[in-house]
């Protein structure tokens, strides 16, 4: 599976009625380590269609999104969790899993913005934990059905669910299925001291997947419980680009090529787990666990213009993971003791062919296979003094060996120490540290290369990887001081500072006949930065209305540690920001909200491959209206991306004396979407 992430505080996706979710407001004020959670109801209001589009949406978390695509900025890295299982989230192939988790299959997100011994030491920037569904009804059918359009593009998605309890076993069943289609145009304008390009491309996609999954969970006594987890997915992706040339103003295609790419993929998730209760104060868990994402594809490029050429690519990928988890937890007196172990073994296999005008030009480094073993123990206890405060001390070991053509071991800890203080009854103030590290994933160490085919340059490159990379380490501090008003709303505002060694970035270089990307240790870097928040019912003022606003400043600088080379952390833009309003009018089931959120732009100097880059800040607006028809029905229309986003990048290039030789500017046009849906849970 695939993402690299990055979480925060701030997050947009929070509801503003916040009567209706008091019990999320009261966890996050009493849980030890920070957290938010985001509930079920909230991550659908906007009509995103899965949960790569939810995670999109929250400030601060940055996510790869496939094939040759950039993530949104945020401050770091975050690990994506399923149901508390690890899941690698990131890839120069293809789609990401995640956007085959429909929301509706989500109970609820959870955001922990510094790392925990209990979690993964690869919490680099926070913890998102997708926690999905259980069976909570003795008998529940749900039926969710979307329609709508892209443009003029149809679109459409189908969820049905069935939840039960049978004596000793309860059950959930889900079906979800989607066929998503886009069709937007791009351009990319090159300017040299010879000569003037503009490059337009029309670019359609369609993301069709069916997904299955069970959920048992066996409850034989009230001191033991089992559980089974399994899902199976089936994807298919078809994407076409149709792109002219033309040079220096003429009206005359210079150059002209079609690009096209296939893939089918299926992924498998089984989980079997099982609790005892020793004592009332006792518990032992354990957990066992299978998990397998699979794709094939090819791809390929015809120009007609200046000549004829011909390039193709065929891949086949496979991702799997095996592992075992235990843990023991104890609570005596003022303490709550929990230690555990995991192992865990992954293991990759890319294969590419690739054809240059009917010659094979595969080279040995495009078919790789490479295996990862890691062991983790933990310990951590969570101390309460009084009624005041919290303090929760953890450490953490973790041993990784890798295979790839040569074996590497490694071994950290990764201690961690959190602190909750009640100031009052209504405010807390949070402080943390926490080592953590971000293994390089796979894929990123793999040498087979995604060609970008006909379409070449520093915004579309060759991807690859580079086996000789290093971890990140980093240590993480924060401070945040929250204050809950009584109608269950919440100010906050916070600060992060996080020193980073062996900092990883995806730099693009020219190999002398194609422009290639692949990941590098830059050197050391420093981020730092402010989080706000604001959430609150406005029903003083105007009944059943509400309000959210969230925003973060930050800043960045890395050195080449072996040059001295200073500059600040690749696009790390320094401004996100939210805001929103929600309005319920109950005597007609009726409510509507609006949401309006905003990446800043970065400015990134010349690095040390002689590249700059910058890009202009962009703002979407989304709308949603809402009616329960009955008890059983609700019906619900959905605008998006009302303000047709442009993403706007400029690249430029210098020799080695320093002179501009080549300036490209892209920009990526996108069009609104409208959505329809009809629920109905019987």
Not at 104 to 109: A, L, S, T
Not at 230 to 240: C, Q, T
Request: charged residues 25%.
């Amino acid at each position: 599976m695939n993402c690299a992430v990055e979480a925060q505080e701030v997050i947009t996706l929070e509801k503003i009625q916040v009567e209706e979710h008091a019990g999320t407001l009261e966890e996050r004020r009493d849980t030890s380590i920070a957290k938010r959670i985001i509930s079920g109801e909230e991550l659908t209001q906007y009509g995103d269609l899965n949960a790569l589009e939810i995670l999109k949406r929250t400030p601060g978390v940055s996510i790869p999104e496939g094939k040759g695509q950039n993530g949104a900025p945020g401050k770091g890295y975050t690990i994506i969790l399923i149901d508390g299982e690890e899941t690698s989230t990131g890839s120069k192939r293809r789609g990401n899993p995640l956007e085959q988790i429909s929301p509706d299959r989500i109970e609820r997100i959870e955001v922990m913005t510094n790392g925990s011994a209990e979690y993964t030491a690869e919490s680099m920037g926070g913890i998102v934990n997708i926690v999905l569904k259980k069976p909570k009804s003795q008998g529940l059918t749900t039926v969710k059905m979307m329609a709508g359009g892209y443009g003029d593009l149809p679109m459409g998605s189908l969820f049905a669910q069935r939840e039960g309890k049978s004596g000793n076993l309860a059950y959930l069943i889900n079906l979800s299925g989607a066929d998503n289609r886009q069709s937007d145009t791009s351009s990319t304008l090159k300017q040299s001291a010879l000569s003037l390009s503009d490059e337009q491309r029309d670019e359609s996609t369609s993301n069709r997947y069916i997904n299955l999954t069970t959920k048992l969970i066996y409850t034989p006594s009230s001191k033991e419980k089992y559980t089974f987890d399994g899902s199976v997915a089936l994807n298919g992706v078809k994407s076409d680009t149709d792109a002219k040339t033309y040079t220096d103003g003429t009206p005359l295609i210079d150059r002209q090529y079609s690009n096209y790419d296939r893939s089918d993929g299926m992924m498998l998730w089984s989980k079997i787990a099982g609790e005892y209760h020793l004592s009332g104060t006792e518990l032992v868990e354990w957990k066992l666990k299978y998990h397998q994402s699979s794709d094939s594809g090819e791809g390929g490029s015809v120009q007609s213009l200046p000549t004829s050429s011909l390039r193709g690519q065929e891949d086949k990928s496979l991702f799997r993971v095996m592992g075992a988890e235990g843990s023991y937890s104890v609570a005596k007196g003022d303490h709550f003791v929990k230690t555990g172990f995991e192992l865990k073994g992954l293991h990759q296999r890319d294969e590419v062919r690739r054809i240059l005008d009917g010659a094979d030009v595969t080279t040995v480094a495009d078919n790789v296979t490479m295996h990862q073993n890691k062991g983790s123990l933990y310990l951590q206890d969570e101390i309460s003094f009084a009624d005041t405060t919290v303090v929760t001390p953890g450490v953490r070991y973790e041993t990784i060996s890798r295979d790839f053509g040569a074996t590497t071991r490694i071994g950290y800890l990764a201690p961690s120490l959190h602190t909750l203080t009640h100031l009052t009854l209504n405010d807390n103030l949070r402080a943390s540290i926490a080592k953590t590290v971000k293994l390089p994933r796979l894929d990123e160490l793999s040498t087979s290369i995604d060609s970008s085919l006909a379409r070449n340059d520093l915004q579309h490159p060759d991807l690859t990887g580079n086996p000789d990379l290093r971890e990140e380490k980093a240590l993480s501090y924060e401070l945040r001081l929250e204050h809950y008003f009584e109608d269950k709303g919440i100010a906050s505002v916070g600060g992060f500072y996080r020193t980073i060694d062996d900092k990883i970035e995806k730099m693009t270089t020219f190999d002398g006949t194609r422009y290639v990307k692949r990941p590098y240790n830059s050197g050391k870097g420093d981020l730092w930065g402010i989080e706000l928040e604001f959430k609150k019912s406005l029903g003083d003022y105007v009944e059943g209305l509400g309000m959210f606003a969230n925003s973060t400043f930050q800043n960045s600088s890395l050195t080449n540690t072996a040059s001295g080379f200073k500059r600040p952390i690749k696009q790390t833009s320094n401004t996100l920001f939210n805001l929103g309003f929600d309005h319920t009018l109950k005597a007609y089931r009726f409510t509507y909200g609006t949401a309006y959120r905003y990446v800043g732009g970065y400015d990134d100097p010349v690095d040390e491959n002689g590249i700059s880059q910058s890009q202009k800040g962009y703002g979407a607006l989304d709308l949603y209206l809402s009616k329960r028809i009955d008890q059983t029905f609700k019906l619900q229309l959905i605008l998006k991306n009302i303000t047709r986003t442009t993403i706007e990048t400029t690249s430029s290039v210098f020799d080695g004396t320093g002179t501009l030789s080549e300036i490209q500017i892209d920009k990526e046009h996108s069009k609104p979407q409208i959505l329809l849906t009809l629920e109905g849970k019987w």
